[in-house]
């Protein structure tokens, strides 16, 4: 929350940059200060170096020549000459004690070392250098340790040995090296043959150690002989590396002078801890200055934010105008915004609440008087749907203008009658309104009350009147079911109203049904008939005149996991509906051509019959599916169609059918007599068959305009070429009549029910022989 404010981003923001400034500064100046430091250091290093050049050509002149006088005096080359020890001895140490000379010893020709206790290794390595150098000068390693070696061959007359004196490089020699240093720098000198090779005293880490050891190693590779940095645990340093000379055949000694950067650094700190508090003090200035000047702007903005609020819910905003510049300017226009805001939210409001076209209140308003009446007792409150019948004949006779006019004056006429029933246009030709009533017959009373008061004529436009006829549907408000849901049930009210010719309709659940779980059954059939939940039943096709089955007629069932079996007057039509059938005629095609084959292998050869949907016979790529498949069977097919199938796509439908009987394909004509049955399509489909709906059959035997029609039919079907099919025969009565009446075929519970396949087998095999004593 505190980032979220303005005056904290803004001094955030100062402060920010400020300290972005300071900070490039203070790492200017400590860059400036550290190479400085580090250049200082470089040229104390390089100057040391040479320092420590001169220093040890000057000791190795001193050395060698003391070395050089004590091999030329006679009596000690004759000592050596004779192997008088003692004699060499006394001389060498009376001169080591005046040169100041550690060690001094006689390497004999032979290889005898006279005045030193050395290896037979460390002396025959001293003879080969001497012998092989002109200048026998260098560090040699004795007892683990470094030593300044000089020598001087002594000669009588022939080469018989060699004058050997040695300094010590201990710390005592290298803290008078480093006195000689302006700056306090460690000096050591370091060989390859030590006991760790390259081992520095005073580094106590063992990674500090290899760190050094390849520092030298990498230095020696490249020949640097300038300072380099060297990074340790304690800190970086800046190192010289200075390769000394050595009389072992492989070693290799170095002089390493360092000087740690953190000291090189401690007399600026002051300085530098001086610029970092001048740049915190500086910091925190900026900051408070900062935070000041944003208080001074965001102070208003926050009288404007705080308005705004209030104009969000809904509150009168107006901001006091304090300045003349820009944020005066801004809290002016926000005033003037909040005005025509204010206003335009009334219209709003207004145009959300009413129906635009008649100005009457719109189904949110409904709602809201619903709502508000949720608190009274169950079973005293009705939502109402009042409809107006044939609306759109009138619309269409009178204008839309007009139209509306007419529903604004019923709504008006309703809201004096009922002044506190909330009415409302729910619809376009529905008014919705409240009934409080003490149960559902005084509900019904009131409504039949209103509506007698509503049907008087209506004077529209000029004066031409026009009279009102109307329906009304009830629901009692139910907390279960919610406001929604009650105005919902009251427009289905409605529509059972007008489906049941009836002025008056309760909302009844029975006949609702649950369309939403059979809607559901949709989105699960594809996996039903790719799961074995479809199986296909088979009604036989009785022949009345040579008394045996000649055809079936192949009906989908669907055995649902959860609701059992479902027939297809549930699932076909909401299949169609949802554009499943195409799908679900092809499983049923495929079923029943394999079917057909199972009853052939079994001895009997019949036509099967299968459903085709005017939807599915309207696609224009149905009839070349079908025509594929039909081609795999091996008995007749027909495909039965309803008298309607061709109306909504007759050029695609008739075009199919023509196909289908080309290719051998018997076409069936379906429920004949039950839809708007048009001569002039049962003229133009090439059918082989039509089949009576039961609902015409059924009355054969007791109603003689049943029997005329039925007549009639199979007449004109004879003359048209068609034979004939009684679907829904029951009793031997109606199944005599029709064969007298010149019927071809019979279906129906008296010959058999739908079966499944197994069953049918055994129905042909067995229990069809008694049909033939029939007639």
């Given at each position: 929350?505190?980032?979220?404010?303005?005056?904290?981003?803004?001094?955030?923001?100062?402060?920010?940059?400020?300290?972005?400034?300071?900070?490039?500064?203070?790492?200017?100046?400590?860059?400036?200060?550290?190479?400085?430091?580090?250049?200082?250091?470089?040229?104390?290093?390089?100057?040391?170096?040479?320092?420590?050049?001169?220093?040890?050509?000057?000791?190795?002149?001193?050395?060698?020549?003391?070395?050089?006088?004590?091999?030329?005096?006679?009596?000690?080359?004759?000592?050596?000459?004779?192997?008088?020890?003692?004699?060499?001895?006394?001389?060498?140490?009376?001169?080591?004690?005046?040169?100041?000379?550690?060690?001094?010893?006689?390497?004999?020709?032979?290889?005898?070392?006279?005045?030193?206790?050395?290896?037979?290794?460390?002396?025959?390595?001293?003879?080969?250098?001497?012998?092989?150098?002109?200048?026998?000068?260098?560090?040699?390693?004795?007892?683990?340790?470094?030593?300044?070696?000089?020598?001087?061959?002594?000669?009588?007359?022939?080469?018989?040995?060699?004058?050997?004196?040695?300094?010590?490089?201990?710390?005592?020699?290298?803290?008078?090296?480093?006195?000689?240093?302006?700056?306090?720098?460690?000096?050591?000198?370091?060989?390859?043959?030590?006991?760790?090779?390259?081992?520095?005293?005073?580094?106590?880490?063992?990674?500090?150690?290899?760190?050094?050891?390849?520092?030298?190693?990498?230095?020696?590779?490249?020949?640097?002989?300038?300072?380099?940095?060297?990074?340790?645990?304690?800190?970086?340093?800046?190192?010289?590396?200075?390769?000394?000379?050595?009389?072992?055949?492989?070693?290799?000694?170095?002089?390493?002078?360092?000087?740690?950067?953190?000291?090189?650094?401690?007399?600026?700190?002051?300085?530098?801890?001086?610029?970092?508090?001048?740049?915190?003090?500086?910091?925190?200035?900026?900051?408070?200055?900062?935070?000041?000047?944003?208080?001074?702007?965001?102070?208003?903005?926050?009288?404007?934010?705080?308005?705004?609020?209030?104009?969000?819910?809904?509150?009168?905003?107006?901001?006091?105008?304090?300045?003349?510049?820009?944020?005066?300017?801004?809290?002016?226009?926000?005033?003037?915004?909040?005005?025509?805001?204010?206003?335009?939210?009334?219209?709003?409001?207004?145009?959300?609440?009413?129906?635009?076209?008649?100005?009457?209140?719109?189904?949110?308003?409904?709602?809201?008087?619903?709502?508000?009446?949720?608190?009274?007792?169950?079973?005293?409150?009705?939502?109402?749907?009042?409809?107006?019948?044939?609306?759109?004949?009138?619309?269409?006779?009178?204008g839309y203008a007009l139209a509306a006019q007419a529903v604004r004056m019923i709504g008006n006429r309703l809201a004096g009658l009922a002044p506190s029933s909330g009415v409302a246009r729910i619809a376009t030709d529905v008014l919705g309104f409240t009934i409080i009533a003490q149960g559902p017959e005084a509900a019904e009373d009131d409504a039949l009350r209103l509506m007698a008061e509503l049907e008087h004529p209506l004077n529209v436009g000029r004066g031409d009147a026009i009279d009102v006829s109307l329906n009304l549907g009830l629901a009692p408000l139910d907390r279960a079911v919610g406001t929604a849901g009650a105005i919902e049930f009251a427009n289905?009210?409605?529509?059972?109203?007008?489906?049941?010719?009836?002025?008056?309709?309760?909302?009844?659940?029975?006949?609702?049904?649950?369309?939403?779980?059979?809607?559901?059954?949709?989105?699960?059939?594809?996996?039903?008939?790719?799961?074995?939940?479809?199986?296909?039943?088979?009604?036989?096709?009785?022949?009345?005149?040579?008394?045996?089955?000649?055809?079936?007629?192949?009906?989908?069932?669907?055995?649902?996991?959860?609701?059992?079996?479902?027939?297809?007057?549930?699932?076909?039509?909401?299949?169609?509906?949802?554009?499943?059938?195409?799908?679900?005629?092809?499983?049923?095609?495929?079923?029943?051509?394999?079917?057909?084959?199972?009853?052939?292998?079994?001895?009997?050869?019949?036509?099967?019959?299968?459903?085709?949907?005017?939807?599915?016979?309207?696609?224009?790529?149905?009839?070349?599916?079908?025509?594929?498949?039909?081609?795999?069977?091996?008995?007749?097919?027909?495909?039965?169609?309803?008298?309607?199938?061709?109306?909504?796509?007759?050029?695609?439908?008739?075009?199919?059918?023509?196909?289908?009987?080309?290719?051998?394909?018997?076409?069936?004509?379906?429920?004949?007599?039950?839809?708007?049955?048009?001569?002039?399509?049962?003229?133009?489909?090439?059918?082989?068959?039509?089949?009576?709906?039961?609902?015409?059959?059924?009355?054969?035997?007791?109603?003689?305009?049943?029997?005329?029609?039925?007549?009639?039919?199979?007449?004109?079907?004879?003359?048209?070429?068609?034979?004939?099919?009684?679907?829904?025969?029951?009793?031997?009565?109606?199944?005599?009549?029709?064969?007298?009446?010149?019927?071809?075929?019979?279906?129906?519970?008296?010959?058999?029910?739908?079966?499944?396949?197994?069953?049918?087998?055994?129905?042909?095999?067995?229990?069809?022989?008694?049909?033939?004593?029939?007639?």
């Open positions: 929350m505190l980032f979220q404010r303005l005056s904290t981003k803004l001094t955030v923001l100062y402060g920010a940059l400020f300290g972005a400034v300071l900070l490039l500064v203070s790492v200017a100046v400590f860059t400036a200060v550290g190479q400085a430091a580090q250049k200082q250091v470089h040229n104390e290093l390089a100057a040391t170096g040479a320092v420590f050049d001169q220093v040890w050509r000057l000791r190795t002149e001193r050395l060698l020549e003391g070395a050089v006088l004590l091999s030329r005096d006679f009596g000690f080359r004759e000592a050596v000459a004779t192997h008088d020890e003692a004699t060499i001895v006394s001389a060498m140490q009376n001169l080591s004690r005046r040169l100041e000379i550690d060690r001094a010893f006689i390497v004999g020709a032979d290889g005898k070392v006279i005045g030193a206790k050395l290896s037979a290794e460390e002396a025959g390595e001293l003879q080969t250098a001497f012998a092989s150098g002109e200048d026998p000068a260098g560090v040699l390693m004795l007892d683990d340790r470094p030593y300044q070696v000089v020598s001087a061959p002594v000669l009588s007359p022939d080469l018989i040995g060699w004058v050997v004196f040695a300094t010590e490089l201990d710390s005592s020699e290298m803290a008078a090296l480093e006195r000689l240093a302006a700056i306090p720098l460690q000096a050591v000198v370091l060989h390859r043959e030590a006991r760790h090779g390259w081992e520095a005293d005073g580094l106590k880490s063992a990674s500090d150690q290899a760190v050094v050891r390849r520092f030298i190693e990498r230095i020696l590779a490249e020949g640097r002989s300038t300072p380099q940095a060297l990074d340790l645990r304690e800190g970086r340093s800046l190192a010289l590396v200075k390769r000394l000379p050595t009389l072992d055949a492989d070693g290799g000694a170095v002089l390493v002078l360092r000087y740690p950067m953190g000291r090189a650094m401690a007399p600026f700190r002051p300085l530098l801890l001086i610029v970092a508090g001048a740049g915190l003090l500086s910091l925190l200035v900026v900051g408070w200055g900062s935070w000041a000047l944003a208080r001074g702007v965001t102070r208003p903005i926050s009288d404007l934010g705080q308005a705004a609020y209030r104009l969000q819910r809904g509150e009168d905003a107006q901001v006091a105008i304090t300045t003349h510049d820009e944020l005066g300017h801004l809290a002016q226009s926000f005033n003037t915004m909040a005005t025509a805001i204010r206003d335009r939210e009334r219209r709003i409001t207004h145009l959300a609440l009413h129906d635009e076209e008649t100005g009457l209140p719109n189904r949110l308003t409904l709602e809201r008087v619903v709502s508000s009446l949720s608190d009274r007792p169950q079973g005293q409150v009705y939502v109402a749907a009042l409809g107006i019948q044939r609306f759109e004949q009138v619309r269409g006779a009178i289905i009210a409605l529509d059972q109203a007008r489906a049941s010719r009836r002025k008056v309709s309760f909302f009844d659940a029975e006949a609702y049904g649950d369309p939403a779980a059979n809607l559901s059954l949709m989105s699960s059939m594809l996996g039903a008939l790719a799961g074995g939940q479809m199986h296909l039943h088979y009604q036989p096709k009785f022949d009345l005149r040579r008394r045996e089955v000649t055809g079936l007629e192949a009906l989908a069932r669907w055995r649902h996991p959860v609701r059992g079996m479902l027939g297809p007057d549930l699932f076909v039509p909401m299949a169609e509906e949802t554009g499943h059938v195409r799908e679900l005629t092809e499983w049923v095609l495929r079923r029943a051509i394999a079917d057909q084959k199972a009853l052939a292998a079994a001895g009997h050869e019949l036509e099967v019959a299968v459903n085709i949907s005017g939807r599915t016979l309207g696609e224009p790529d149905f009839a070349d599916v079908a025509l594929k498949l039909a081609r795999t069977a091996n008995g007749r097919l027909c495909f039965e169609i309803t008298e309607t199938a061709v109306i909504e796509n007759p050029d695609v439908a008739l075009a199919a059918l023509d196909r289908f009987a080309a290719a051998g394909i018997a076409v069936s004509i379906d429920d004949f007599g039950t839809g708007l049955s048009s001569l002039a399509y049962l003229k133009r489909i090439r059918g082989h068959e039509l089949k009576i709906d039961k609902s015409i059959v059924h009355g054969v035997t007791e109603s003689q305009r049943d029997a005329l029609i039925v007549r009639s039919t199979v007449d004109l079907a004879h003359s048209l070429g068609l034979k004939v099919t009684a679907e829904g025969v029951e009793t031997e009565a109606c199944f005599a009549l029709l064969s007298a009446m010149g019927c071809d075929r019979a279906q129906g519970y008296l010959i058999a029910k739908p079966l499944p396949l197994k069953e049918l087998l055994t129905f042909l095999s067995h229990d069809r022989g008694h049909l033939k004593s029939y007639g």
